[in-house]
């Protein structure tokens, strides 16, 4: 059996830049998981001693605190600011961007709509940036909505382009000013676009990162569309030998999060399977 990598894969600009500012912090604490992978970030402990903590209280006067990749909601941000703690800021510029169009197209009198999931920790923080802001998942959810004449439309860096212009073509027949921006993050991307390209020829797709990491379910998604035969998993222990009995072409893809070094144990364990 064959192993090829999807012509993009992996840890992004963004997650790489974070990281760089982590480990330049050592002895420091970040406030929320750095990127959504649990090895790495037991890796920044270990090595860095980089702690990570969920909760805002832990933060006190003279404290390092480093802002995860996806940002932070700009009242925690202030409330650790007003502490006088040391904030270290490795929110992605890529995520830092929606924030500031939420707020400045707020502070213009626009309702903002957000295409994304309010639950999510990316989506938090940038509707925190707008005075009052609407998160839809789908076209549906627009149509209670009571928006001003003039709209402001951003989307969660990681989704993808075909269903966020399914609202913009919504809206815009419908309201005087729809000002749509292009926040998706090309990353993304162009990691999906490899993905979907080698789940085509692939008879078996292995797409590695956390279970929680939005841009890697979205992977998967693409994966599991074009190849029955897809499994999600976190490192190289989630492996079954069983996966790769008979095939041919094993197709690897990682999410945004996933380190090189997982990635290598992946490709060394199936290696080993196949041997
Ligand atoms: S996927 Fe894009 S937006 Fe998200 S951290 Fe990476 S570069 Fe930034």
Not at 69 to 92: F, M, W, Y
Not at 163 to 187: D, G, Q, S
Not at 264 to 271: C, G, H, K, L, S
Request: glycine share 4%; proline share 3%.
């Amino acid at each position: 059996m064959r192993i090829k990598l999807a012509e993009k894969y992996g840890f992004c600009f963004g997650v790489k830049r974070a990281i760089k500012i982590a480990e330049e912090n050592q002895d420091s604490a970040t406030y929320g998981p750095l990127i959504h992978n649990a090895n790495e970030i037991a890796r920044l402990k270990e090595n860095f001693n980089v702690a990570l903590s969920n909760d805002l209280g832990d933060f006190q006067t003279g404290d390092t605190a480093v802002i995860r990749t996806h940002g932070i909601p700009k009242d925690e941000l202030s409330l650790l600011q007003e502490r006088q703690v040391n904030v270290i800021d490795a929110t992605c510029p890529y995520v830092t961007k929606p924030q500031q169009i939420c707020e400045e197209m707020s502070q213009e009198g626009y309702s903002i709509v957000i295409f994304g999931d309010e639950k999510h920790p990316e989506i938090r923080g940038v509707k925190s940036y707008a005075d009052e802001a609407f998160v839809v998942t789908e076209v549906d959810d627009l149509k209670a909505l009571h928006l001003k004449e003039r709209i402001a439309l951003v989307a969660q860096t990681t989704r993808k382009v075909d269903e966020y212009m399914k609202i913009a073509n919504y809206l815009i027949p419908r309201y005087k000013e729809v000002r749509v921006f292009n926040t998706i993050c090309n990353a993304t991307f162009e990691n999906q676009e490899a993905v979907e390209a080698l789940s085509c020829e692939a008879d078996v797709m292995i797409v590695i990162g956390g279970k929680n990491s939005s841009n890697t379910k979205q992977l998967f998604s693409i994966a599991l569309a074009n190849c029955p035969h897809s499994h999600h998993i976190e490192d190289e222990k989630d492996l079954d030998a069983s996966w790769f009995e008979n095939k041919e072409l094993c197709g690897i893809s990682a999410g945004a999060s996933t380190p090189d070094w997982i990635i290598q144990n992946v490709v060394n364990t199936i290696e080993e399977f196949t041997r």
